[in-house]
T-cell receptor, first 114, second 114 residues
Framework: AQSVTQPDIHITVSEGASLELRCNYS??????LFWYVQSPGQGLQLLLK??????LVQGIKGFEAEFKRSQSSFNLRKPSVHWSDAAEYFC????????????FGQGTTLQVKP | DTAVSQTPKYLVTQMGNDKSIKCEQN?????MYWYKQDSKKFLKIMFS???????INETVPNRFSPKSPDKAHLNLHINSLELGDSAVYFC?????????????FGPGTRLTVL
């Protein structure tokens, strides 16, 4: 069965420091992978997605993610974190090509220290 | 302009009551979804409609009944509310039912059952 694991429930980084959020997936075929961000009291916003091609994908707000098939991972990175990046981050995998079904990880809460 | 809107934003009610949550999208999308986010922020799909037709129905109790009067609207009616129904419910929409189509989320409806 398809699944997504985000090993880190909560991460705290200092403003200006680099960030990496981990995501591991389990999926039999070529996965469609997504990272969403949820700011407090808000809905989810797509940061970036990977379907095929270049394994390093660029997203909005300075985020990037790298797909590593051998490690079943799709980690999210940002070279320098801003206080406004504090939010909940969700990794997801598309679980059916004709249904739009997304399976989400448990989420990682990012706290940014001044 | 709000792309995906939900009403109400907050809903507090007693056990056993019946309530509805409304969702509207002005993006011209064909596919709409309902997700449930529990207290641990775990996000799970409940239903999906494409062109007013149900295409995803996860293992959701029969007390939950979605209705899509047209492609721009997907409402969620919940009968005989239980304590365990307390959660944040998100509506989303996408161009079509493909996993490659980006899903746009509404701001969420926080349902509290007392």
């Amino acid at each position: 069965a398809q699944s997504v694991t985000q090993p880190d429930i909560h991460i705290t980084v200092s403003e200006g420091a680099s960030l990496e959020l981990r995501c591991n997936y389990s999926y039999g075929a070529t996965p469609y992978l997504f990272w969403y961000v949820q700011s407090p009291g808000q809905g989810l916003q797509l940061l970036l997605k990977y379907f095929s091609g270049d394994t390093l994908v660029q997203g909005i707000k300075g985020f990037e993610a790298e797909f590593k098939r051998s490690q079943s991972s799709f980690n999210l990175r940002k070279p320098s974190v801003h206080w406004s990046d504090a939010a909940e981050y969700f990794c997801a995998v598309g679980a059916g090509s004709n249904t739009g079904k997304l399976i989400f990880g448990q989420g990682t809460t990012l706290q940014v220290k001044p | 302009d709000t792309a995906v809107s939900q009403t109400p934003k907050y809903l507090v009610t007693q056990m056993g009551n019946d309530k509805s949550i409304k969702c509207e999208q002005n993006l011209g999308h064909d596919t709409m979804y309902w997700y449930k986010q529990d207290s641990k922020k775990f996000l799970k799909i409940m239903f999906s409609y494409n062109n007013k037709e149900l295409i995803i129905n996860e293992t959701v109790p029969n007390r939950f009944s979605p209705k899509s009067p047209d492609k721009a609207h997907l409402n969620l009616h919940i009968n005989s509310l239980e304590l365990g129904d307390s959660a944040v419910y998100f509506c989303a929409s996408s161009l079509g039912p493909s996993s490659t189509d980006t899903q746009y989320f509404g701001p969420g409806t926080r349902l509290t059952v007392l």
